[in-house]
């Protein structure tokens, strides 16, 4: 059974770029969360996606913004990047959202501001 | 404020003995935790979960302990194998539908000495 995918595993860009991450969930996935993992805060948790809407958002400034598509499928976009943007961005499904059930991350995406 | 605490950065344990990872919370709303063990460019690996009406739960190797009085849970690994040298993270939750937010510890690096 096919895990959860993240494209691209790696992305160099500049201060003030945009960038946009992909995340393919486990098949019969409905709900997406995306993380950031930085060596000073550790894992924080962005948002999560189930059935084409935001249910839950952390604390994270407005430049960082997400969708769900029908299949399932999420991506997460981050405008105006900041050299601060610098992490590893992991994205992790669940079956039903409905709590109690463990989340299963990709292997994350790297991503680098210079 | 960090409501998920690993207090041991690093653990050693030798080849074949218990390996004990703890993990304090604060926020008493919280009623699921999981584990997750992470390799260096690999997303983080589901273990084990515990729901608040159990103090226990058993999974081959891996046994997860839960006082909630304490606000304290613990993974016990028995025996231990040089695979399990890895960062264990320990998370939480508010269980519940579309309470999706994993918080996360800081995690402990176990390392397996042959």
Known sequence: ?114 | DQQVKQNSPSLSVQEGRISILNCDYTNSMFDYFLWYKKYPAEGPTFLISISSIKDKNEDGRFTVFLNKSAKHLSLHIVPSQPGDSAVYFCAASVGGSGNEKLTFGTGTRLTIIP
């Open chain 1, 1 to 114: 059974k096919a895990g959860v995918t993240q494209t691209p595993r790696y992305l160099i860009k500049t201060r003030g770029q945009q960038v946009t991450l992909s995340c393919s969930p486990i098949s019969g996935h409905r709900s997406v969360s995306w993380y950031q993992q930085t060596p000073g805060q550790g894992l924080q948790f962005l948002f999560e996606y189930f059935s084409e809407t935001q249910r839950n958002k952390g604390n994270f400034p407005g430049r960082f913004s997400g969708r769900q598509f029908s299949n399932s499928r999420s991506e997460m976009n981050v405008s105006t990047l900041e050299l601060g943007d610098s992490a590893l961005y992991l994205c992790a499904s669940s079956l039903e959202g409905k709590g109690y059930q463990p989340q299963h991350f990709g292997d994350g995406t790297r991503l680098s501001i210079l």
